[in-house]
């Protein structure tokens, strides 16, 4: 069964230090990936996705994320923090072939002390 | 309205009980979703409509569990029986067109359901 795997389940940072998050997933095949962020009181949102071409992709508010095949990864990262970035990340895929459904890694908590 | 709205946003349930979740998606969306996220976990797929029609019901856990869009708006998610392993934060999406993984979804803010 398809799986994803967020390693981290809490991350404590302070402001201006680098961020990289990880994800690993399980699929053998062609997949879509995507990172989603939940701010403290607010909805999910789309963070930025992969689908084809450049596998460095960049999303909203400075984050990008790098897919590396080989490795079955596509961390999440940001050079520098801000104590607005505190929020939960999540990691999903989706397999190509399988329409919309998602399967979601457990998410990290990440902590940003100002 | 300006996104989608879930009602109520906390329910406590005894044991037993049957509830019922409210979904408004985005006006005009055509796809809606539902979403079980347990403490700890990110999101399980429940079920998919494409305006008033379930095609997808894959996800649900149970016969207790039961969907429906009658109009192709609204959703309700209810919930018979209740047990405490359905205690979780119920999630619903909608999105603009038909469903695939290239269409954002958007997500509400979700019904915490905690049964006792």
């Known amino acids: 069964a398809q799986s994803v795997s967020q390693h981290n389940h809490h991350v404590i940072l302070s402001e201006a230090a680098s961020l990289e998050l990880g994800c690993n997933y399980s699929?053998?095949?062609?997949?879509?990936l995507f990172w989603y962020v939940q701010y403290p009181g607010q909805h999910l949102q789309l963070l930025l996705k992969?689908?084809?071409?450049d596998p460095l992709v960049k999303g909203i508010k400075g984050f990008e994320a790098e897919f590396i095949k080989s490795k079955f990864s596509f961390n999440l990262r940001k050079p520098s923090v801000q104590w607005s970035d505190t929020a939960e990340y999540f990691c999903?895929?989706?397999?190509?072939?399988?329409?919309?459904?998602?399967?979601w890694g457990a998410g990290t908590k990440l902590i940003i002390k100002p | 309205g300006a996104g989608v709205s879930q009602s109520p946003r906390y329910k406590v349930a005894k044991r037993g009980q049957d509830v019922a979740l409210r979904c408004d998606p985005i006006s005009g969306h055509v796809s809606l979703f539902w979403y079980q996220q347990a403490l700890g976990q990110g999101p399980e797929f429940l079920t998919y409509?494409?305006?008033?029609?379930?095609?997808?019901k894959s996800g649900l856990p149970s016969d207790r569990f039961f969907a429906e869009r009658p109009e192709g708006s609204v959703s309700t998610l209810k919930i018979q029986r209740t047990q405490q392993e359905d205690s979780a934060v119920y999630l619903c999406?909608?999105?603009?067109?038909?469903?695939?993984?290239?269409?954002?979804?958007?997500f509400g803010p979700g019904t915490r359901l905690t049964v006792l």
């Open positions: 409509f494409q305006n008033e029609a379930q095609l997808d």
């Open positions: 999406a909608s999105s603009l067109h038909l469903a695939t993984a290239y269409n954002e979804q958007f």
């Open positions: 992969y689908f084809s071409g």
């Open positions: 999903a895929v989706n397999a190509r072939g399988s329409n919309y459904q998602l399967i």
């Open positions: 699929y053998g095949g062609t997949v879509n």
